[in-house]
């Protein structure tokens, strides 16, 4: 998980997923609590998970490694912390705990009609990153991707760039290196844009650091219908960005950037004044 982009987290709460996954709580909190460390079913466990339940099994180490090591990072990840388990993007029935019954219809990602298939993954993590999903729906991407025509996946999904299950948001580095595997001389295929979103994420970047400090310095009552109008601002560019129209992007983020130098101006000003006076006049 890159620590870059948790910053501006508490900013962008206002946009994020609707699906409660208060749902799914109860049954964690009982796997949690009850039967620490991962292992079997509690008999208090009002609702049952039975995908983690199973695939927590230490059995399955020897003898599915492969599989287990799914559960293991699905419990490094934040979706297991904030109680996304594995049948909100597999299906599936948690509810009944024999493997046929849970399985109930595809899970892996072969089957066209699975929830995970290539086709199929910007729908299921749309239903809870509805915005970004809406922003991705946009993009030329998610044209490619659900064209009926191209039978193998031609462009990115969600998973290509954040992972399937220990997800995290690409550094400059590593978004570069994501959109060089399609976008290269070879492909002959817009080779410029890995250069340009490392650029634009670059200034992402600067974007979160300003807004750091103006919430570190500035004073945050007077802050706050400045925060109101700017976390509104930087959640709509999390969704322009995966529209993946790098013109759009380019002019939002300046806009966004300029705003944010110039207010960080002020609170720098004003915080060097107020410290003279406590230097000046100490109390
Ligand atoms: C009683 C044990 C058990 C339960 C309950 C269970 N699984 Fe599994 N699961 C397995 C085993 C074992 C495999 C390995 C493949 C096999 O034996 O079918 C597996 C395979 C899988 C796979 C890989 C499928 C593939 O095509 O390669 C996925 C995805 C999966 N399970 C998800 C889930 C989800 C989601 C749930 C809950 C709705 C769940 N499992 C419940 C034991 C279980
Ligand atoms: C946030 C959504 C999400 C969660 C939560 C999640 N998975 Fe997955 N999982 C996926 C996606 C998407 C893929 C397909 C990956 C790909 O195409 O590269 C996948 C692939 C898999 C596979 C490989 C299937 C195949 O066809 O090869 C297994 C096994 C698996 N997951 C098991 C689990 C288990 C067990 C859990 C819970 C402990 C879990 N997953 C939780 C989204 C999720
Ligand atoms: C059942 C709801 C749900 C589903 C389905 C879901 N997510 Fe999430 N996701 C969340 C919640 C809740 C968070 C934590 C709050 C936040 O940061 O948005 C989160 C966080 C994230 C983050 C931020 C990680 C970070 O570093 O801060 C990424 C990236 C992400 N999800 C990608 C995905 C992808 C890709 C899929 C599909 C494979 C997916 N999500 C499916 C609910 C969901
Ligand atoms: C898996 C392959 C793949 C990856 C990875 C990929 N792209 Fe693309 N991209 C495509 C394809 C295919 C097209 C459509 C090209 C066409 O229309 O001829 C496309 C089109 C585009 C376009 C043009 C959109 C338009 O409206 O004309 C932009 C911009 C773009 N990609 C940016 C990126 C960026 C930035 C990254 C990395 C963050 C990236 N792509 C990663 C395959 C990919
Ligand atoms: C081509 C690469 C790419 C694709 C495809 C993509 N993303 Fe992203 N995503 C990124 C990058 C880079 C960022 C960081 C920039 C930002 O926050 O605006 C990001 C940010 C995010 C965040 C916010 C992370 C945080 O910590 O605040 C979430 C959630 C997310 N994406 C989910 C999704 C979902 C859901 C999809 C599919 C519908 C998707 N992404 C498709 C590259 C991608």
């Known amino acids: 998980m890159d620590s870059q982009w948790r910053i501006s987290r508490d900013s962008q709460r206002g946009a994020r997923p609707r699906k409660a ?3 799914a709580l109860p049954a964690l909190f009982a796997v949690l609590l009850c039967a620490a460390p991962w292992g079997s079913a509690s008999a208090e466990a009002e609702e049952s998970d039975s995908c983690v339940e199973c695939h927590s099994d230490s059995d399955l180490m020897v003898t599915n490694k492969k599989l287990y090591d799914y559960f293991l ?5 934040i979706h297991m912390q904030e109680g ?3 049948h909100d993007c597999h299906g599936g029935s948690p509810g009944i705990s024999d493997k046929k019954g849970a399985h109930d219809g595809s899970l892996g990602g072969d089957e066209a009609t699975s929830a995970v298939n290539f086709r199929n993954i910007p729908d299921t993590c749309g239903e809870c990153h509805d915005d970004i999903f809406e922003g991705f729906r946009k993009s030329e991407h998610f044209e490619q991707v659900s064209s009926e025509e191209n039978e193998e996946q031609q462009a990115p ?3 290509t760039c954040h992972g399937a299950i ?3 948001a690409p550094d400059v580095t590593t978004v570069e290196e994501i959109c060089q595997q399609c976008h290269n001389e070879d492909s002959d295929n817009q080779p410029e844009n890995p250069r340009k979103a490392r650029a634009l994420l ?3 970047l600067s ?3 300003y807004y750091r400090y103006i919430t570190v310095r ?3 009552v007077e802050m706050k219908p400045f925060f109101a109008r700017i976390d509104a601002q930087i959640s709509d560019l999390t969704v322009t960005w995966h529209s993946f129209d790098l013109e759009t992007i380019e002019e939002k983020t300046e806009t966004v950037l300029n705003e944010l130098k110039a207010k960080r101006g002020e609170v720098a000003t004003a915080y060097k004044k107020d410290r003279k006076q406590r230097i000046e006049r100490p109390d």
């Open 218 to 220: 500035g004073d945050p």
């Open 207 to 209: 974007i979160h650091r």
């Open 202 to 204: 670059n200034r992402l």
């Open 73 to 77: 990072r699905w419990g490094d990840s």
């Open 166 to 168: 220990n997800v995290a």
């Open 157 to 159: 999904t969600c998973v």
């Open 84 to 86: 996304v388990s594995c």
């Open 21 to 23: 996954v208060a749902s």
